[in-house]
């Protein structure tokens, strides 16, 4: 599915008060899939999201080497008290690595273990 008609789906329906959690989802894993960073971004700020699709949007932050952006979708998950995982956390620090913020990876590491989530080593 292309990201953009899965966007003008998600807000025709949205605007008809039938948009849920899984169908914010779904759009924003199109975008991500469709590396439109920036919609799926959007799509957040459009409706609260929940952690799936907070890590989607950041894991196409990740893949436009948008480091500021997915950071700022953290700070929105905080804001809406949405508990990142280990998911999150992994695509927040290959962003971090990719945009040359080595200590704000290693600081989002140590952010695990503060939260009690499993650090695992992933590959990318």
Not at 58 to 81: D, H, K, P, Y
Request: aromatic share 6%.
């Amino acid at each position: 599915m292309r990201w953009d008609a899965a966007l003008g789906l998600f807000h025709t329906l949205q605007r008809r008060r039938c948009g849920d959690g899984i169908l914010r989802g779904a759009c924003v894993a199109a975008c991500a899939a469709g590396s439109a960073w920036e919609a799926a971004v959007a799509t957040l700020r459009a409706m609260p999201g929940d952690v799936i699709a907070c890590s989607s949007a950041i894991t196409a932050c990740e893949r436009a080497r948008q480091w500021e952006a997915a950071l700022r979708v953290l700070s929105q998950m905080r804001r809406e008290v949405v508990q990142p995982n280990e998911i999150t956390y992994n695509a927040l620090m290959s962003a971090c690595q990719k945009g040359g913020r080595w200590q704000h990876a290693l600081a989002l590491f140590a952010e695990m273990e503060e939260q009690s989530i499993r650090r695992t080593v992933a590959a990318r």
